[in-house]
Structures are given as C-alpha cells and as structure tokens.
C-alpha cells in the first residue's frame, strides 16, 4: 500500500492509503451479469410486444 496525496494542495495525507491489490472480477461473474442483461433486454422487448397487442 501506498500513501495517498491531496488533490488540492499534494501534499502526503496522513492516515489514508491507496489500495493497489484490487481483485479482478471472475469471468464467470461478468457472464452472469451478461447473461442477466440479455435475459432482462428480451423480457422487455415480450412486454412491449404484449402492450402493444393488448391496446
């Protein structure tokens, strides 16, 4: 870990530090959400399709 710096003045900000370990996302996560968003997209487009045959 880091120190991090003031924006303003840059200055060394006592206390605070920079993560620089973050994990990445598992690529099974990123397909969940996908196939999430895609599932999610064709529900919409079977409601719009439903709204428009019921009026």
Do not use: I
Not at 25 to 52: C, D, E, I, K, N
């Amino acid at each position: 870990m880091r120190s991090a710096t003031c924006p303003a003045c840059g200055g060394e900000l006592e206390g605070a530090a920079v993560r620089e370990d973050v994990p990445k996302v598992p690529w099974h996560f990123t397909l969940l959400l996908v196939a999430l968003g895609l599932y999610l997209s064709w529900r919409f487009v079977q409601l719009a399709l439903w709204l428009a045959h019921r009026l």
